[in-house]
């Protein structure tokens, strides 16, 4: 690994692209090139683009496959962009590529890097790839303190937590637990209703009690659960409220961990939840990085900075080639809308007056001055939406069709069953399907990201076990990894896990796996009974 | 940032280790089900194949019931992973698990085998070291003002100085010859499982000897009897004949004559071993007992007799115990069921002790 500065002709480069970037108007972090061989590169990719990581045998496992493909010719070492967000952002350049896809790499990660900065989730932080690399070294000190053994139980047991990490989500630690820290990064703050003001009235007592409408059951029972709110959180420091879907987050704050322990999952928690961000994002994320990367390759052009535009267009086009829904291709799907979208401004057509208008001709010919900016207003939509909402605001019927989001190979249709009533057109190689249910199943994708929803909903189940519990979607967890996965939690808790998922309840706890049919608990009825402080679940 | 390479060298460690740990595990099942069908051809790499592990995690999949581990790398799902072990490694790891010793060589050992390895690097020579050479003339070019991007030259000249050559390097090690004589009972008595066991047998000695002594310095020789004896090929060695009655002293013969006749009494080590059912008739145990005295003992570096499967008018070891209890040369062994495996072999090869 070398800085970019070694290498006269990329330093030049990386000049000229931060140079029109911030000709542009980009707001940009500071951002650190690298230059890394192949090898170097694959490893960085299995650190999760961090250049240190702590021992693990399944980055081992990894790099030792992926080595082995590289060196026998099964898998190409040439990777597109890499880049760690943050302040100063770390991106880094394959030393095998060509000058040009050099700078095309630089002009895409100006993109993310200022994607990053902006947007509505607020993903650049300071010092990010910086403050993994203490935490790697607290794991390296941790490691001596718990023997290699303990180590990799520990590690291993957290690997299976991994998936159970959601900062981002509605159901994150700070919507759903209460501790005498206070982390409301996140916290919406609930509007309140304005309440008629109560008249002044002179005190008396008698009177008081004869108005008040509270039975003396009703005042007994606020006290008690006032007074059993404030037991629990002296009792644990915390008290969940809501089910909680960040439980990684959870046993990273609240597990009884020894420091060793703790540094394995504040690593493991801080080097994974980037990915939450990424896939809420990813659409808007992609489309943003290709946008600006064409408008700067195509100045270094102009001035002759890079040579090789056709070569240029050929990888452009195949990044940003076509794929269905289902596999959508974010590059494309992202640089297209982003593309409409500038349009739609510089027409004036995101108001109401456009959306209200009911003659289709007028419609069509639609083009006012509006006096705003379009990529002002472009950089407003980066500030204040993610993906779910980039799509249900933007993507039309119209647009599912000219992006080709509903035209699906034969064979693959073939494979995955397309019903032959959906097919609406059908050429060579291709069918197109109705595009009007594609947009809700796109959408749709955004409720479960094609993960199980899992929740923690009570810290206080079976002698202070946790209870976990699976929102159905009417499909099935893989059964014979449940058992393992609940033993790992425990391991991290060190009590009793159980897990419901539709109408069973799974438990770990001493070394015993039971399992027992119970009656389905909706997830409304969940939430229901922890608004009101109850038990969310009796046995 | 002050790291200066990136690797995963480290956790590429801890995955082999922990690889490490299954082949133990590995050639401990082999070893205690005496199932040694896993060593292949003469050696060749073993293929390991291990259930691929993966971290379990709640995730959408069937309802069959699987292997979910626990903490310790846990999981596996459909997938497999396969290794290459090298043959000598894999025997390394049974010499040690079976702890047997190094065989005692004896010869010539002051001959050396010789083989050439590319390890340095030269002047001179057949096979351009390119990469080399080309560093070296950029050097030289960058010397001469001949490369300077600034002043806008991009030139480097190869020249002859600059040139480097791969010098193969003289690797020489002891040299020590063996031959291994394998003679096996073919009447009609000697079938089925017998004859998968004598397979088995078989082929762990010529792997154990291979390993010992490099695979092209041992000599493996197959013979077989009846009532006559006489040299085969290894595929024959395993065919049965429909001849009654055997006498074995006539094989041991034979292979005596053939390690005088053939070989550097001096310079080649010898092992003999016996296969049959033990089912010997009139003066035949006598007759070999004789043989293995006067003949045999003086020059072989160790003889094995196993019976297996014996019947009930199995014979041969009762017969060659008196002389041959605790001999330091010659062991005997009897095989009676498929676990007998391991305990047979550690017998054969164990250590020379002093005669009681």
Known sequence: ?539 | MQEDKIDSNESEGAFNDFIDDKLNDIVEDVLNDGDLDVLGDRGSDIIIEIDDIVPPTFTYGGEGEGQGGGNKGPGSDEGKLRFNVSFNRFMDLIAEKLSLPNLIKEGKGKIKEISYEFKTFGPTGVILDKKRTFKRALRTSIGTGRYAPSKNKFDVDFMRRDRRFKVPERVENPKYRAVVFYMGDISYSTHGKRLETEKRMVNFIKNWLDYNYGPNNVDHRFFVHDVKAYEVLESEFYQVGNIGGTRASIVFDLIYQIAFGEYDISSTNFYAFYFGDGEVFGSDSKDIIKILEESICPVFNRVGIVEIYPSQWSKLIFDLGNNFLNDSIVRLAKYTIKTDTIPVIKKLFAPVTQKA
Not at chain 1, 418 to 435: L, M
């Open chain 1, 1 to 539: 690994m070398r800085p970019v500065k070694t290498d006269p002709v990329l330093h030049e480069l990386e000049k000229r692209v931060i140079y029109h970037a911030n000709e542009m108007g980009r707001i940009l972090p500071e951002i650190r090139f690298f230059i890394l061989d192949r090898l170097e590169f694959a490893s960085l990719l299995e650190k999760r683009v961090y250049p240190t990581s702590p021992v693990n045998i399944w980055e081992g496992k990894r790099m030792v496959t992926k080595k082995f493909k590289i060196e026998s010719g099964q898998e190409s070492s040439i990777y597109y962009e890499v880049v760690q967000t943050g302040n100063p952002s770390y991106a880094y350049l394959n030393n095998t590529n060509s000058a040009m896809m050099q700078a095309s790499v630089m002009a895409h990660v100006v993109g993310h890097c200022e994607f990053s900065e902006l947007n509505v989730l607020k993903d650049s932080n300071q010092d990010r790839t910086e403050y993994v690399m203490h935490l790697v070294r607290r794991v390296n000190i941790g490691q001596h303190q718990m023997g290699e053994k303990n180590y990799l139980e520990f590690w291993n047991a957290c690997e299976s937590a991994l998936n159970l990490i959601a900062p981002h989500s509605q159901f994150n630690l700070n919507h759903s637990i209460k501790d005498d820290s206070y982390r409301y990064q996140e916290e919406e703050t609930p509007i309140e209703e304005e309440k008629p003001k109560d008249l002044y009235r002179p005190f008396s007592h008698t009177m008081d009690t004869i108005l008040s409408p509270l039975s003396v059951e009703e005042e007994w029972q606020k006290e008690q659960k006032k007074k059993d709110q404030q037991e629990q959180m002296s009792r644990k420091g915390y008290r969940l409220f809501r089910p909680c879907q960040d439980i990684l987050g959870f046993l990273r704050h609240y597990a009884p961990t020894s420091s060793a322990e703790k540094s394995i999952l504040d690593y493991m928690y801080v080097s994974h939840s980037t990915h939450d961000f990424v896939i809420r994002t990813q659409i808007m994320n992609e489309g943003w990085a290709m946008y600006w990367e064409k408008k700067i390759m195509l100045k270094l052009f102009e001035e002759k900075a890079v040579k090789g535009i056709i070569d240029y267009a050929k990888v452009f086009s195949g990044v940003c080639s076509p794929r269905p829904f289902f596999s959508r291709n974010p590059y494309h799907l992202g640089f297209a809308l982003w593309n409409h979208i500038e349009k739609l401004f510089k027409e004036g057509k995101v108001n109401l007056d456009y959306l209200e208008e009911t003659d289709k001709t007028k419609k069509d010919q639609w083009k006012k001055e509006t006096g705003q900016d379009p990529l002002e207003c472009m950089r407003h939509l980066v500030g204040s939406i993610t993906d779910y909402e980039f799509l249900r605001r933007f993507l039309t019927e119209e647009l599912v069709y000219e992006f080709h989001l509903n035209r699906i190979h034969k064979r693959q249709a073939e494979m995955i069953g397309i019903n032959k009533d959906a097919i609406i057109k059908e050429e060579n190689q291709w069918i197109w399907i109705d595009p009007a249910p594609v947009k809700q199943e796109m959408l749709s994708f955004f409720s479960h990201f094609h993960r199980p929803r899992i929740y923690l909903i009570d810290t206080d189940f079976l002698d202070s076990g946790l209870l976990l519990y699976h929102r159905d979607d009417k499909r099935a967890l893989r059964k014979d990894w449940i058992k393992p996965t609940l033993k790992n939690v425990n391991f991290i808790w060190k009590g009793p896990v159980s897990l419901i998922s539709n109408d069973q309840l799974f438990s770990y706890g001493s070394n015993i796996f039971s399992e027992k049919k119970i009656e389905a608990v909706p997830f409304e009825k969940v939430m229901e009974r922890m608004a009101k402080s109850k038990k969310p679940f009796h046995e």
